[in-house]
């Protein structure tokens, strides 16, 4: 039954690690650090780094194929492709022009959403936004990051929190009602720009030799604020986004928040049911054997 605006349901998932594992007993080598110091402060036992010679886009592209694969979907079908990432092969084009290409998805348009940590979620949104709207019938929508492209690793406050990988999602227009994403909610606070940023290499400080000297086109954190923020608001924004879903708390089956650190997920959390770190859902986005309200079958 065909009724009001069309919903997007998640009609195949795929995911991309590189092969290099980097364990904290590595770090160790590297900087002044532990294993145990990096376990209990952050949950973190090993993290990916991409060979040196790929891309983003190589991570990109293999999440997209299985991503694909899985919903049964050619590539020369897809309508936009949309990529949350912060490490583009180049400045310009887009890491999704290059992915576009790679995939031979001659039909789609492409670009990338810079929004970080949520850059998954916001490109998701928009792409729902897009099929909400009857301007596209699917999207192929992709998190990847190769974020130790951009870490200094002498900086041990930072080279132990961040690594490379990649996934994906195709989404379709559904109109049974019946299935779909009920809601999204976006948030940002421009006022914390310089918690967490790279100085330099951007229009405003582009790179020099000083600047890679300084390591200044390197992740720069001030880890305690990003912590108090992110535990309130990754609460603030998920009671947002069930209130506007009209769901209950205790109706969710499963969480999976996007986060670096185990300690921020587990700060606020009390646990629904099926609850699971994200760092133990790595590879394929799992929901269940029970047919799920995001799933298109
Ligand atoms: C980064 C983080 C783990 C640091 O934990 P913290 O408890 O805030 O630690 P602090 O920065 O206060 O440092 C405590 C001490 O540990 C030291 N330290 C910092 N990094 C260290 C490391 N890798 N190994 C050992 N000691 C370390 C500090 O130098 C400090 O020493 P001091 O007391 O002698 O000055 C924590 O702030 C955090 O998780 N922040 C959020 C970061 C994040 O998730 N970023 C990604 C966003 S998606």
């Not at 973190?44 to 899985?70: C, F, S």
């Not at 290409?101 to 949520?118: E, H, P, Q, T």
């Not at 994403?181 to 918690?195: E, F, P, Q, W």
């Not at 608001?233 to 879903?245: F, K």
Request: charged content about 25%; glycine content about 10%.
């Amino acid at each position: 039954m065909r009724r009001g605006h069309p919903r997007s349901v998640i009609l195949g998932t795929g995911s991309e690690l590189p092969a290099n594992v980097v364990t904290n007993a590595a770090l160790e080598k590297l900087v002044d650090t532990s294993d145990e110091w990096i376990t209990t402060r952050t949950g973190i036992k090993e993290r990916r780094i991409l060979e040196e010679g790929k891309g983003n886009a190589d991570m990109a592209y293999r999440a997209a194929v299985r991503a694909l694969k899985d919903a049964g979907l050619e590539a020369k079908e897809l309508e936009a492709i949309l990529v949350g990432t912060v490490t583009p092969d180049y400045p310009f084009p887009s890491c999704a022009c290059v992915l576009e290409d790679m995939l031979g998805a001659r039909k789609a348009f492409s670009f990338d959403v810079n929004a970080a940590c949520s850059g998954f979620l916001n490109a998701l949104t928009v792409a729902d936004s897009f099929i909400r709207t009857g301007m596209i019938r699917n999207a192929l929508v992709v998190g990847s990051d190769a974020l130790s492209r951009l870490l200094n690793w002498k900086d041990r406050a930072t080279c132990i929190l961040f690594g490379d990988g990649a996934g994906a999602v195709v989404i379709g227009a559904s109109h049974d009602g019946a299935h779909g994403i009920l809601s999204a909610r976006l948030r940002t606070d421009g006022s914390y720009v310089k918690t967490l940023y790279v100085p330099a290499g951007g229009s405003l400080k582009p790179a020099t030799l000083e600047s890679v000297r300084k390591n200044e086109h390197t992740i720069t954190m001030n880890g305690k604020e990003v912590f108090k923020v992110a535990v309130r608001s990754m609460e603030e924004i998920s009671r947002e986004a069930l209130d506007e879903a009209g769901v209950g708390i205790d109706e969710v089956s499963l969480v999976i928040p996007h986060q670096a650190n185990l300690r921020i997920i587990t700060a606020r959390a009390h646990p629904p049911r099926g609850y699971r770190p994200a760092q133990r859902l790595r590879g394929r986005v799992c929901l269940g054997r029970r047919r799920h309200p995001l799933l298109g079958r």
